[in-house]
């Protein structure tokens, strides 16, 4: 059994002040001519979704949406023969067991969901743990792309502070 895996990751940043942009991508594979690919926000760089919280919005439940919003997640697979191209079974996963921190301060993933524009991945919320199955066992030809805005809960008032952490996402074909 061939099992191979790929990982892109996005960075998530809570700020209960300011806040910042930009932007990331991971292409990889071993083994052409077949491939797998996972993209994660822009094509180059790591791409940060920032939520700024007012001082005065701290903890009382209204919802955060991030900036940018529509981070475009992609996954394309391609198999060596035509054959082949309806054989392409993969799950994607999201590892966001390590919360986000400022110091010793820390807001758990599980605080973060997102919506989907157009449901290819579809609307969750993040579990905390490190395999989140976010798209189940998918057979795709060719590719799936969609464009996620992430939403802070904001419903625990938290110190005030930059608070950062990863996700990072994995395509594995079983």
């Known amino acids: 059994m061939q099992r191979i895996m790929l990982a892109a990751g996005i960075l998530i940043v809570i700020l209960v002040f300011p806040g910042t942009v930009p932007a990331e991508i991971t292409f990889t594979f ?42 475009v997640i992609e ?6 023969t035509a054959r082949e191209m309806n054989q392409v079974y993969y799950v994607i ?4 067991s390590v919360p ?3 110091g010793l301060d820390t807001i758990p993933f599980t605080e973060i969901s997102w919506t989907s524009q ?12 490190s395999s ?14 969609d464009r996620l805005t992430f939403i802070y809960d904001n ?9 950062t952490g990863t996700v990072t996402y994995t395509i594995w074909i079983p």
Request: proline share 7%; hydrophobic share 35%; net charge negative.
């Open 75 to 80: 996954v394309s697979t391609r198999r060596e």
């Open 132 to 145: 989140q199955v976010i798209r189940d066992l998918t057979r795709a030809r060719w590719s799936i792309s």
């Open 118 to 129: 157009d449901g290819d991945i579809p609307a969750g919320r993040f579990d905390g743990t």
């Open 30 to 71: 071993k083994g052409a001519p077949a491939e797998v690919r996972i993209r994660v926000g822009a094509v180059s760089g790591v791409t940060t979704v920032v939520h700024d919280v007012p001082l005065s919005l701290n903890g009382d439940g209204t919802p955060i949406s991030g900036v940018p919003a529509g981070v």
């Open 155 to 163: 419903d625990q008032a938290v110190p005030a502070g930059t608070y």
């Open 93 to 96: 996963t999201a590892d966001s």
């Open 100 to 102: 986000l921190s400022s």
